[in-house]
């Protein structure tokens, strides 16, 4: 794809699932690879994944949810691989349970997480990018904010918070060169999703449900959102701004 290979892409949550396919996918272009995740084992395992295969990538272990931590972070990716070019906004977390047992400690955490995190990632990359005239952000929301999902109610009203955040900063920012994109994957085979499904036979159960409902009859992998996110973030997507895409083998459809 045009426009990716050398360029320096941050992608936070890198570590596991959705986000480690779009790392890989990206360092196949070429791309600098800047990750920022809680978990630091798992995003040195996404670095290692990606200098094996030859490409640049840099680990900065950073809580999204702390501004001061994630500027540190965003610093040494920086100091390490160059100015950024691309964000992607993937780590995300929930805890599924129905909203009425649910309390507001737990609110707190998944708003923290799926919310203030992006506002802070954007807030800290976007006046970077405008300085330089270009950037491209792509925001991992979930079909959970278009459609609701049973159990995930606050996290659900996060994603649809940042999907229309992404538009209202895309409207702001696109004439200074900065194009803001939201991608919504459907269920996807990962850790967060099977913590979702939860163990045993009710986990296969609900996993079997989805599989029937899925017109593709399978559940998504993490390469089948990376292939999107890379196309969004590259040269040849340069026209397409404030879009909200599902990548969901077909379980919804838009207009
Ligand atoms: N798997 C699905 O079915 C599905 C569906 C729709 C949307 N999504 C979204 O896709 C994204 C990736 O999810 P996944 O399924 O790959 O989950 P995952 O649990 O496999 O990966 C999430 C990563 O985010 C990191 N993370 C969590 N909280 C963090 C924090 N505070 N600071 C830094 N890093 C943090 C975790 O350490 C982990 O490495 C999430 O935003 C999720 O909401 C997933």
Redesign the pocket.
């Given at each position: 794809m045009k426009g990716l290979e050398g360029k320096v892409f941050v992608i936070?949550?890198?570590?596991?699932?959705?986000?480690?396919?779009i790392a890989l996918r990206l360092a196949e272009e070429k791309a600098r690879i800047g990750i920022?995740?809680?978990?630091a084992d798992?995003?040195a395992e996404t670095a290692g994944m990606i200098e094996r295969a030859g490409a640049m990538a840099f680990s900065a272990p950073?809580?999204?949810?702390s501004y001061e931590a994630v500027v540190e972070a965003v610093n040494a990716i920086e100091a390490a691989l160059g100015l950024v070019h691309g964000l992607v906004?993937?780590?995300?977390?929930?805890q599924a349970m129905p909203f009425l047992v649910t309390d507001t400690a737990l609110w707190k955490k998944i708003i923290?997480?799926?919310l203030y995190?992006p506002l802070n990632l954007h807030h800290i990359v976007v006046p970077r990018m405008i300085e330089r005239g270009i950037g491209r952000v792509v925001n991992?929301?979930?079909?959970?904010g278009r459609n609701g999902s049973s159990g995930e109610a606050v996290?659900s009203a996060c994603?649809a918070g940042v999907t229309a955040f992404g538009k209202t900063l895309c409207r702001e920012v696109s004439r200074k060169g900065v194009i803001i994109n939201t991608v919504?994957?459907?269920?996807?085979?990962?850790?967060?999703?099977a913590?979702?499904a939860g163990e045993g036979e009710q986990g296969a159960r609900l996993r079997a449900g989805l599989e029937k409902a899925i017109p593709l009859g399978r559940?998504?992998q993490?390469e089948d959102?990376a292939g999107m996110v890379a196309f969004l973030l590259s040269d040849e997507a340069g026209f397409i701004v404030g879009q909200t895409i599902s990548v969901s083998g077909g379980l919804t459809m838009h207009g």
């Open positions: 936070t949550g890198a570590g596991s699932g959705i986000g480690r396919g920022i995740d809680l978990n798992g995003a950073a809580d999204i949810v906004n993937n780590a995300g977390w929930d923290d997480i799926n995190g991992i929301a979930s079909d959970a996290y994603k919504c994957p459907g269920p996807s085979d990962t850790p967060l999703f913590s979702f559940l998504g993490p959102i």
